[in-house]
Nanobody
Framework: QVQLVESGGGLVQAGGSLRLSCSAS????????MGWYRQAPGKQRELVAF???????NYADSVKGRFSISRDNAKNMVYLQMNSLKPEDTAVYYC??????????WGQGTQVTVSS
């Protein structure tokens, strides 16, 4: 059974930083590109960053230069370091395989709120 558990969200002032973590079950983690997605109120879920098993990364234009995705293959973990946060980064953040997420892999996500 696949399980993805996100953590690390919180409330932060604009310009601040947060580091999100995602714990993934071994089967999907070892063979897949992993990504971080977010969904803001009233908006569709979007892919913000993804990283291949070989550590190749890709970012949405809206977060390029501010966010950094990484993974630890030995620990089945994927991380999202978020710097210079803006109010428009406020959303629930999820991890999943990427760039095409699986509906049955969505976890509960972690809330990130950036105050102005």
């Amino acid at each position: 059974q696949v399980q993805l558990v996100e953590s690390g969200g919180g409330l932060v002032q604009a310009g601040g930083s947060l580091r999100l973590s995602c714990s993934a079950s071994g089967t999907i983690f070892s063979i897949n590109t992993m990504g971080w997605y977010r969904q803001a109120p009233g908006k569709q879920r979007e892919l913000v960053a993804f990283i291949s098993r070989a550590y190749s990364t890709n970012y949405a234009d809206s977060v390029k230069g501010r966010f950094s995705i990484s993974r630890d293959n030995a620990k089945n973990m994927v991380y999202l370091q978020m710097n210079s946060l803006k109010p428009e980064d406020t959303a629930v953040y999820y991890c999943n395989i990427a760039p095409a997420a699986r509906v049955d892999y969505w976890g509960q996500g972690t809330q990130v709120t950036v105050s102005s």
